[in-house]
Protein backbone atom coordinates (compact mmCIF):
# COMPACT_ATOMS: atom_id res chain seq x y z
CA UNK A 1 0.00 0.00 0.00
CA UNK A 2 1.16 3.34 -0.72
CA UNK A 3 -0.40 6.81 0.89
CA UNK A 4 -1.51 5.46 3.84
CA UNK A 5 1.17 6.73 6.28
CA UNK A 6 0.62 10.40 4.87
CA UNK A 7 -3.14 9.81 5.97
CA UNK A 8 -2.05 8.24 9.51
CA UNK A 9 0.50 11.21 10.34
CA UNK A 10 -2.65 13.86 9.09
CA UNK A 11 -5.37 11.78 11.47
CA UNK A 12 -2.66 11.91 14.34
CA UNK A 13 -2.08 15.79 13.83
CA UNK A 14 -5.61 16.30 13.89
CA UNK A 15 -6.91 16.56 10.44
CA UNK A 16 -9.92 14.31 8.75
CA UNK A 17 -9.88 13.66 4.94
CA UNK A 18 -12.85 14.46 3.23
CA UNK A 19 -12.28 11.07 1.40
CA UNK A 20 -10.08 8.17 0.73
CA UNK A 21 -10.12 6.16 -2.24
CA UNK A 22 -8.32 2.92 -2.81
CA UNK A 23 -6.94 2.35 -6.35
CA UNK A 24 -6.49 -1.55 -7.42
CA UNK A 25 -4.62 -0.83 -10.77
CA UNK A 26 -1.31 0.33 -12.07
CA UNK A 27 -0.62 3.83 -10.94
CA UNK A 28 2.90 4.86 -11.36
CA UNK A 29 4.94 6.02 -8.43
CA UNK A 30 4.91 10.20 -8.25
CA UNK A 31 2.05 9.92 -10.73
CA UNK A 32 -0.59 13.27 -10.79
CA UNK A 33 -3.21 10.83 -8.74
CA UNK A 34 -0.18 10.36 -5.52
CA UNK A 35 0.75 14.47 -6.31
CA UNK A 36 -3.04 15.24 -5.93
CA UNK A 37 -3.50 13.58 -2.96
CA UNK A 38 -0.71 15.13 -1.12
CA UNK A 39 -2.15 18.36 -1.84
CA UNK A 40 -5.73 17.60 -1.18
CA UNK A 41 -8.24 16.75 1.04
CA UNK A 42 -9.24 13.99 -0.68
CA UNK A 43 -6.66 11.10 -0.31
CA UNK A 44 -5.74 7.70 -2.21
CA UNK A 45 -4.16 4.79 -1.31
CA UNK A 46 -2.41 2.94 -3.51
CA UNK A 47 -3.14 -0.82 -2.92
CA UNK A 48 -0.49 -2.72 -5.01
CA UNK A 49 -0.24 -6.45 -6.16
CA UNK A 50 0.76 -8.29 -3.32
CA UNK A 51 -1.37 -6.21 -0.71
CA UNK A 52 -4.01 -8.37 1.38
CA UNK A 53 -7.00 -6.85 2.65
CA UNK A 54 -7.22 -9.58 5.20
CA UNK A 55 -3.97 -8.13 6.44
CA UNK A 56 -3.94 -4.61 5.92
CA UNK A 57 -4.24 -2.27 9.40
CA UNK A 58 -7.12 0.18 8.21
CA UNK A 59 -7.45 2.12 11.36
CA UNK A 60 -7.03 5.55 9.57
CA UNK A 61 -10.32 5.15 8.02
CA UNK A 62 -12.44 5.10 11.00
CA UNK A 63 -15.15 7.11 10.88
CA UNK A 64 -14.56 8.52 6.86
CA UNK A 65 -15.78 7.75 3.76
CA UNK A 66 -14.32 5.46 1.43
CA UNK A 67 -13.86 4.83 -2.78
CA UNK A 68 -12.70 1.11 -3.64
CA UNK A 69 -12.07 1.00 -7.23
CA UNK A 70 -10.56 -2.05 -9.12
CA UNK A 71 -10.91 -4.72 -11.99
CA UNK A 72 -11.28 -7.62 -10.38
CA UNK A 73 -14.60 -8.12 -8.05
CA UNK A 74 -13.62 -10.19 -5.71
CA UNK A 75 -10.62 -8.09 -4.99
CA UNK A 76 -12.95 -4.75 -4.52
CA UNK A 77 -14.70 -6.79 -2.58
CA UNK A 78 -12.64 -8.17 0.00
CA UNK A 79 -10.92 -4.47 0.09
CA UNK A 80 -14.54 -2.74 0.91
CA UNK A 81 -14.98 -5.25 3.48
CA UNK A 82 -12.19 -4.58 5.32
CA UNK A 83 -13.13 -0.84 5.48
CA UNK A 84 -16.49 -1.93 6.80
CA UNK A 85 -14.96 -3.92 9.21
CA UNK A 86 -11.94 -1.05 10.33
CA UNK A 87 -15.21 1.47 11.10
CA UNK A 88 -15.37 3.16 8.07
CA UNK A 89 -18.25 5.64 7.67
CA UNK A 90 -19.62 5.19 4.25
CA UNK A 91 -18.06 2.49 1.68
CA UNK A 92 -18.91 3.06 -1.82
CA UNK A 93 -17.29 -0.16 -4.15
CA UNK A 94 -17.30 0.12 -7.83
CA UNK A 95 -15.90 -2.86 -10.54
CA UNK A 96 -14.14 -0.91 -13.24
CA UNK A 97 -12.58 -1.12 -16.57
CA UNK A 98 -9.30 1.09 -17.02
CA UNK A 99 -8.05 1.64 -20.48
CA UNK A 100 -5.72 4.30 -21.29
CA UNK A 101 -5.81 6.62 -17.99
CA UNK A 102 -9.68 6.72 -18.39
CA UNK A 103 -12.35 4.73 -16.28
CA UNK A 104 -15.69 3.15 -17.28
CA UNK A 105 -18.09 0.96 -14.72
CA UNK A 106 -18.02 -2.38 -16.52
CA UNK A 107 -21.63 -2.68 -14.61
CA UNK A 108 -23.84 -0.80 -12.76
CA UNK A 109 -24.72 -3.36 -10.86
CA UNK A 110 -21.31 -3.66 -9.43
CA UNK A 111 -21.41 -0.47 -8.30
CA UNK A 112 -22.81 -0.34 -4.36
CA UNK A 113 -22.64 1.30 -1.15
CA UNK A 114 -22.28 -0.15 2.05
Known sequence: MRGHLQ?????MAGFKPTTVSFEMHDVPHGSLLEQYSAE???KSVIVEAGDRADLADLRFVVGLSCYVIGEREAQV????AACKKAGAGRITAAVVTIKNQSVANKNEVELCTF
Do not use: G, L, Q
Not at 7 to 11: E, G, N, Q, T
Not at 77 to 80: D, E, L, Q, R, V
Open 7 to 11: IIAAR
Open 40 to 42: SVH
Open 77 to 80: KAWA
